[in-house]
């Protein structure tokens, strides 16, 4: 069994401050994905990033950033420096065994206030 | 433009009478799936299916039916559902998850609201 914990249900930050979402896992497997993706309140799903468990290294794009931490399960998500174009909700994906199913955690939805 | 469309975007129907989300995909991927998004719940994988005649249940199956008789199309079917299927449905697909650099690309939703 694979499951992914967003403990963060809601969060709200003034524009500019600098955000992390939390994203905790658990899985048998060696081998596995994780994912996030965002969701606009216009409601469409928009991949972020991919990373596989023998990729521990940190990634950079923009504004976003991300720790994949394996000793700990995380896998966290930061936003430098947030904007009001980054209210929206937010999931943490886990593909394993097999990659055939895929669990999502429960979404952190982030409003970013002017 | 490479896309997953879904059909309908909005459906407001009643108890037991039978319906179909229809799903299409112009990318020639393998894995489809469907997903049921619910306040609080995230998306929760309903059915996937890695190739032509292969489908398996995910997390929350009941009530639901799937088929792939066409590697572009995964319909999904409420043979009989019930108000507890109200629920907003994402379709999705892939070469396969977590193979290849491609991450599952989503449709835009299906807002089904079962009276």
């Known amino acids: 069994a694979q499951k992914v914990t967003q403990a963060q249900t809601e969060i709200s930050v003034v524009e500019k401050e600098d955000v992390t979402l939390d994203c905790v896992y658990e899985?048998?497997?060696?081998?596995?994905?994780l994912f996030w993706y965002k969701q606009p309140p216009s409601g469409e799903l928009v991949f972020l990033i991919r990373?596989?468990?023998?990729?521990?290294q940190n990634e950079i794009s923009g504004r976003y950033s991300w720790n994949f931490q394996k000793s700990t399960s995380s896998f966290n998500f930061t936003i430098t420096a947030s904007q009001v174009v980054d209210s929206a909700v937010y999931f943490c994906?886990?593909?394993?065994?097999?990659?055939?199913?895929?669990?999502f955690g429960t979404g952190t939805k982030l409003q970013v206030i002017p | 433009e490479a896309q997953v469309t879904q059909n309908p975007r909005y459906l407001i129907t009643v108890t037991g009478k039978k319906l179909t989300v229809t799903c299409s995909q112009n990318?020639?991927?393998?894995?489809m799936s469907w997903y049921r998004q619910d306040p609080g719940l995230g998306l929760r994988q309903i059915y996937y299916?890695?190739?032509?005649?292969?489908?398996d249940k995910g997390d929350v199956p009941e009530g639901y039916k799937v088929s792939r008789k066409e590697k572009r199309n995964f319909p999904l079917i409420l043979e009989s559902p019930s108000p507890n299927q109200t629920s907003l449905y994402f379709c999705?697909?892939?070469?396969?998850?977590?193979?290849?650099?491609?991450?599952?690309?989503f449709g835009d939703g299906t807002r089904l609201s079962i009276l």
């Open positions: 999705a697909s892939s070469t396969r998850v977590g193979d290849s650099n491609q991450p599952q690309h």
């Open positions: 899985t048998r497997d060696t081998t596995y994905y």
């Open positions: 990373r596989n468990s023998f990729d521990e």
């Open positions: 994906a886990l593909s394993s065994g097999g990659y055939q199913k895929v669990t």
């Open positions: 990318m020639n991927h393998e894995y």
């Open positions: 299916s890695m190739n032509v005649e292969v489908t």
